[in-house]
Nanobody, 123 residues
Framework: QVQLVESGGGSVQAGGSLRLSCAASGNSYSSYCMGWFRQAAGKEREGVAT???????TYADSVKGRFTISKDNAKNTLYLQMNSLKPEDTAMYYC?????????????????WGKGLLVTISS
């Protein structure tokens, strides 16, 4: 079992930055594939970025070059650094984990999810 708690959401103006954190507890965190997913109002949940147990990452095209996913195994924490934010980045952001390989296309396959937090970008 893995428990995930997100923090760091909020409201910023377009062009600004935010860093999301996801604290994980439970067994074998470092061996899990971790990711950030988001869901905007009226839209389906989509993958934003993932990172596997050896640090390989995947990113949605819409965030490449602006967002960076990373993790600190010593702190059991996953991060998402978001720069050059746009109004279309406004969404609920969810941290997720799975013991199997994952990617940004794993929105229906992740075993563990945080409760999510709201990111609002104003123009």
């Amino acid at each position: 079992q893995v428990q995930l708690v997100e923090s760091g959401g909020g409201s910023v103006q377009a062009g600004g930055s935010l860093r999301l954190s996801c604290a994980a507890s439970g067994n074998s965190y470092s061996s899990y594939c971790m990711g950030w997913f988001r869901q905007a109002a009226g839209k389906e949940r989509e993958g934003v970025a993932t990172i596997d147990d050896i640090g390989r990452t995947t990113y949605a095209d819409s965030v490449k070059g602006r967002f960076t996913i990373s993790k600190d195994n010593a702190k059991n924490t996953l991060y998402l650094q978001m720069n050059s934010l746009k109004p279309e980045d406004t969404a609920m952001y969810y941290c997720a984990a799975d013991s199997a390989p994952c990617s940004i296309y794993s929105r229906n396959g992740m075993s563990y999810w945080g409760k999510g937090l709201l990111v609002t970008i104003s123009s």
